[in-house]
């Protein structure tokens, strides 16, 4: 069914069908996302909080923009999944407090070296022993919403934005690009090996084992690798993220 008919289907009023239809869409999602938070967070709350941003979807569908239902369902389904995340946030403040302190100690190093900080740079900035470090990122890690989407912070949602251009300052639309061309340069400019896993767990999906795999590594370090590459993404990226 194209996007049309589709539309012209829900406005027929059946939006029950179209929901049992879409239903292995939400399902799909909520457990691709699973893999990316921890287990505290359960799959059905990502299913429940996802419906929710399926009848969203069916509600505010409009087939003249172009996009597919599916392309934009996906959108607000996935929005809807961070943002019940977002609302239940389980990490204790003390490590997003240390998260900061890591980032804005990369950002220290690197503006006064020029170099890329190294995980022991980093570690004797903060006055703590490399294993304590490996601690705080590994803490860091288990707050999986603390991602590359979440720097986005309404994640894939500027995909198909649900303001008209009549509702969008006009500014807004370029700072929008703006900022995706900052995240692609600084993701590109990421030391050798954590942009290699952020190219895997992000755009090839593979999850934390699969690439400890492929490099040779432990799931953990894995772990922490991506981790430090999110607070450096941060750190790169500050005046962006500060300002909103």
Wanted: with cysteine.
């Amino acid at each position: 069914m194209n996007a049309v008919a589709m539309y012209t289907s829900v406005q027929a009023g059946s939006t029950d069908e179209f929901v049992v239809q879409n239903a292995p869409l939400v399902k799909r999602i909520a457990y691709h996302l699973s893999n990316r938070l921890p287990p505290s967070v359960q799959v059905d709350d990502l299913i429940q909080a996802g419906m929710l941003g399926l009848l969203e979807a069916i509600k505010h569908f409009d087939a003249s923009q172009g996009a597919s239902f599916e392309t934009y369902a996906g959108i607000r389904i996935r929005g809807a999944m961070l943002d019940e995340v977002r609302r239940s946030d389980w990490t204790p403040r003390s490590v997003h407090k240390k998260s900061r302190m890591v980032s804005e100690a990369i950002r220290a190093i690197e503006n006064k070296t020029g170099a890329e900080a190294r995980d022991a740079d980093i570690a004797d900035y903060l006055g703590i022993p490399i294993n304590e470090y490996n601690e705080i990122l590994q803490d860091s890690a288990s707050c999986r919403v603390f991602s590359i989407e979440d720097l986005t912070e309404n994640g894939d949602h500027d995909d198909y934005d649900e303001f008209s251009p009549a509702e969008e300052g006009p500014l807004d639309g370029l700072m929008r690009n703006g900022f995706q061309q900052a995240l692609a340069q600084a993701i590109a400019k990421l030391p050798e090996r954590e942009r290699l896993v952020v190219s895997l767990y992000y755009d090839d999906e593979l999850n934390l084992r699969e690439i400890g795999e492929v490099l040779n590594l432990t799931e953990s370090r894995v772990s922490q690798i991506c981790t430090q590459a999110v607070l450096r993404l941060r750190s790169r990226l500050s005046a962006w993220v500060d300002a909103k």
